[in-house]
């Protein structure tokens, strides 16, 4: 398994399984919920186009080419969509998820209260998953020719 290290969106490296372990790991580079990672990873692992991206300072995992769910710190980031998301936000631990100083509609962050139980979990898993099969995928940026720049 390869991981993609993202960087502003853009894919920077692919880097092996134990090369990253050491180095975002060990070295703790990224700090996010490790825990909260795997019991992400093992709630996906039946669901065959899952790739973890790492960026944010944390995880995203991504379902068909597109942003699903992920972890940054101690919270769940819940890609949710628009319909969902009023009455997301009153969920306990549910908080609007704001990006470079503006709301994100349709994204959320939960803490730990509100995914204390399996059940919980799965709802915020659930709503996920349902709204990847009808979201749209981002477009994918182009990597600069090397060498060439605009003057």
């Known amino acids: 398994m390869v991981i993609q290290v993202v960087s502003a969106g853009v894919a920077m490296y692919d880097v092996s399984v134990s090369d990253f372990y ?24 039946d669901y065959k186009q899952v790739e973890e991206k790492y960026m944010f300072g944390g995880c995203c995992f991504m ?5 699903c769910i992920g972890v940054v710190g101690d919270e769940m980031m819940c890609r949710i969509g628009p319909d969902a998301y009023e009455e997301a936000l009153t969920m306990p631990g549910c908080r609007e998820m704001v990006f470079t100083g503006r709301p994100m509609n349709g994204y959320v962050y939960v803490s730990e ?7 919980q979990f799965l709802h915020w898993i659930d709503l996920c998953v349902q709204f990847n ?7 994918k940026r182009s990597k600069p020719a090397s060498g060439k720049g605009s003057k």
């Open 113 to 119: 209260e509100g995914f204390k139980t399996n059940k």
């Open 22 to 45: 050491y180095f975002y790991c060990i070295c703790d580079v990224m700090a996010y919920n490790e825990q909260l990672n795997n019991r992400i990873r093992e709630a996906l692992a």
């Open 63 to 67: 379902l068909n080419d597109k942003m």
């Open 133 to 139: 099969a009808v979201a749209k995928a981002s477009k």
